[in-house]
């Protein structure tokens, strides 16, 4: 196969008009959990993680992160011809999140609308979307949200990371982008790493393939043929963007691909806050957004179980400096925290325990 | 309040539409058709800003049905800049950390939280103002 044949090529150049992220207040320290469950603190992947509130869910969490995105440019609600949401914690099985965003960003009703299901790689398939979207001239600008309240099972591993929140990106035409879209490819095979079947609250992994044959390969393989079909590497980015599972993984798939701690440490956030699932590449992507220079180009990489990864190039344009001051970024997020003390507490929010 | 109610009134919910009187420029949150003050029916819709500032406030410790996750959550009379009042939720706050006289800001939270198998219905609730606009408010004071 031809290299330039695996991008996914636009037939109008786009790029990132504008964005916007969410992360809720609550934070657990992980000692909290550990010491319900007998588990030493030296064996917990990271420190704290954050929790909903009682009253949020991936459709208050979309609203927030989108009405950010909204505010930090001026886009007709008219000019917006899609909203797509990606995540694996949709408040219904059945009735679309993304209706509940749009109308409550005033967009309805002639508007695209749908939820997109591919465990962590929901928001970035969302994001391939609203580029085609706006790539093909179906639409001026696209919005793309990925976003999550992860669930865990009591005493699993991944209870000590699976954490809320995420990030809304608008894309528009490349005049209008603060990052345009150099390129982009997606990766996928049908591997069995992470699954949740229906009626069951709670994801499993599966077995040994979680790591090598899951998060590493697709990452690696779509982040090297991207850079391959771009004639690029690791040293031309400013910065990089990864799927944070836990901050192990992250380091060590930086290493094997050549990036450097620098270029990976604006947009990671996993020690800070854990996994945000659909939410965590595209939140650490924000985040880079929010310290970034023209002319700095950006690789970013999901990854999704089941699974696959979606690779993009940017380049930030000068028009970053022309978003509107005023919105939350990632760091006032993050900054502002309510630690939750007690497991108890913990599982309440999490909806686990109910009063009766 | 029954389900029609809410749908019909959603905008109001989500994104607090209200509407103003062209003639004398009475305001009406939820929207009306036709204006109280002197009759006139050529209203203008209105998006409320979102930001508000505490009047009052109290804690709820007998919550109604459909609200029981909101045992001893704080309810707030709050001004808006439009020149309304209205009452809401506080979220995202201890009741230590609110006063009278605090900015706040409109977000969308689920208003019912304790229906397994019925309808999640959203709606506005206010916190105080996060992050950079915190930062701009002080600016402008």
């Known amino acids: ?356 | 309040m029954e389900l029609p109610r809410y749908h019909r009134l959603r905008s109001t919910f989500y994104r607090l539409q209200a509407s103003r009187c062209a003639a004398c420029q009475a305001t009406y949150f939820p929207p009306r058709p036709y204006c109280l003050h002197c009759g006139s029916r050529n209203l203008e819709e209105l998006r409320l800003s979102g930001r508000g500032r505490v009047l009052s406030l109290t804690r709820v410790y007998q919550p109604s049905r459909g609200f029981s996750d909101g045992v001893g959550t704080l309810t707030a009379l709050i001004e808006l800049p439009e020149g309304l009042r209205l009452i809401a939720q506080l979220t995202d706050v201890e009741p230590a950390e609110v006063e009278t006289g605090q900015e706040v800001e409109m977000v969308v939270r689920r208003l019912r939280t304790d229906e397994e198998q019925g309808l999640i219905v959203y709606g506005y609730k206010f916190r105080p103002v996060v992050g950079a606009r915190a930062a701009e408010g002080a600016n402008s004071a």
């Open chain 1, 1 to 356: 196969m031809s290299a330039p044949s695996i991008l996914l090529r636009t037939e109008h150049r786009v790029g990132i008009a504008s964005y916007g992220a969410y992360v809720p207040r609550g934070r657990i320290r992980t000692e909290a959990i550990a010491a319900c469950w007998g588990l030493e603190q030296k064996r917990v992947p990271i420190r704290a993680k954050s929790v909903p509130g009682p009253d949020e869910d991936t459709a208050t969490m979309c609203i927030e992160a989108a009405q950010n995105a909204l505010r930090r440019v001026a886009v007709a609600a008219d000019q917006i011809r899609a909203v797509w949401v990606g995540t694996e914690s949709k408040p219904y099985a059945v009735k679309p999140t993304s209706t509940v965003v749009a109308e409550a960003l005033g967009l309805t009703p002639f508007i695209s609308a749908a939820d997109m299901e591919f465990a962590c790689k929901a928001g970035s398939e969302a994001m391939q979307t609203a580029m085609a979207y706006v790539g093909s001239g179906m639409a001026r600008y696209a919005l793309a949200i990925g976003m999550d309240t992860a669930q865990s099972r009591p005493g699993d591993s991944l209870e000590y990371t699976a954490a809320a929140g995420g990030a809304a990106f608008l894309f528009g035409r490349a005049e209008n982008a603060v990052a345009e879209v150099e390129g982009s490819l997606s990766y996928v095979t049908d591997t069995p790493d992470f699954f949740r079947h229906a009626h069951r609250h709670y994801p499993q992994h599966g077995q040994r393939f979680t790591g090598d044959a899951a998060y590493f390969h697709h990452s690696q393989q779509a982040t090297r043929a991207l850079l391959d079909a771009l004639g690029r590497a690791p040293q031309d980015y400013r910065w990089a963007v990864f799927h944070q599972p836990n901050p192990k993984f992250v380091r060590r798939l930086a290493r094997q691909l050549g990036f450097t701690e620098e270029q990976i440490r604006p947009g990671f956030l996993a020690p800070a806050i854990g996994n945000t699932y659909a939410g965590s590449s595209l939140l650490g992507l924000a985040a880079v957004l929010d310290i970034a220079r023209p002319g700095d180009r950006i690789l970013f990489t999901s990854y999704g179980s089941g699974a696959g990864s979606d690779a993009l190039s940017l380049v930030v344009t000068p028009r970053i400096g022309s978003l509107r001051a005023g919105v939350p970024r990632v760091r006032d997020y993050l900054e502002r925290k309510q630690e939750i003390g007690d497991y108890g507490v913990y599982l309440r929010l999490m909806k686990k325990i109910h009063r009766e």
